[in-house]
């Protein structure tokens, strides 16, 4: 406990959290479709900070970076999806940048920062793709009353090989997930060396 609240709970730190949280808030306003997946799935930056964060500080402070930045939203812009969009974003930005940090600090390496970001992303993709099949999705569509049918259709608006629920997760989710994972990898790998000496200060 002592080391956890050294690393992650003395007010330096968490400082850079809330600065990073805020940064990954402001970044969820850029947002856009891709164009095989349905409108829900919006792609953002806003994953950035927090791998920048959860490779500078620990894994622990990724996470706590997207709490910050889900709180934030719900906070300032609410909800419209009965706060199900905000928990599904954290729990897969969580499941991202804790990973690809947890890896990192096995031994910090460019290599190990590559293979952290593949793996982050390939967890990511497999969690979201289970989360969304048997909770997430089927949750929405119950608190709003749309059959999941309806949710399925503006899959197959956009994607020709979304034909029912199993399909759109597996046409739409996953390749998502994935490409989301690919870009904020490079994005970062871009970023991180310039921006990591003003965190470690």
Do not use: C
């Amino acid at each position: 406990m002592d080391t956890i609240k050294k690393e992650y709970l003395n007010t330096r730190t968490l400082v850079k959290v809330s600065i990073l949280g805020a940064i990954s808030f402001l970044l969820m306003f850029l947002e856009f479709p891709l164009w095989f997946a349905p409108a829900f799935l919006e792609f953002d930056f806003s994953d950035v900070p927090a791998l920048i964060g959860s490779f500078a500080l620990g894994p622990f402070a990724g996470v706590l970076v997207q709490l910050v930045k889900n709180l934030l939203n719900l906070l300032i812009e609410g909800t419209d999806t009965a706060a199900v969009g905000e928990f599904a974003n954290f729990v897969v930005g969580s499941i991202f940048v804790f990973t690809a940090g947890w890896v990192y600090h096995k031994n910090k390496s460019f290599k190990t920062a590559i293979i952290g970001m593949i793996i982050g992303t390939l967890a990511m993709t497999l969690a979201m793709s289970l989360a969304n099949y048997f909770v997430m999705i089927p949750l929405y569509a119950k608190l709003f009353g749309w059959p999941i049918s309806d949710i399925v259709a503006l899959g197959r608006a956009v994607n020709r090989f979304v034909v029912d629920f199993k399909t759109l997760i597996l046409f739409a989710v996953v390749p998502f997930n994935l490409v989301k994972g690919i870009i904020v990898t490079l994005v970062t790998t871009l970023l991180y060396k310039k921006v990591s000496p003003i965190l470690k200060r």
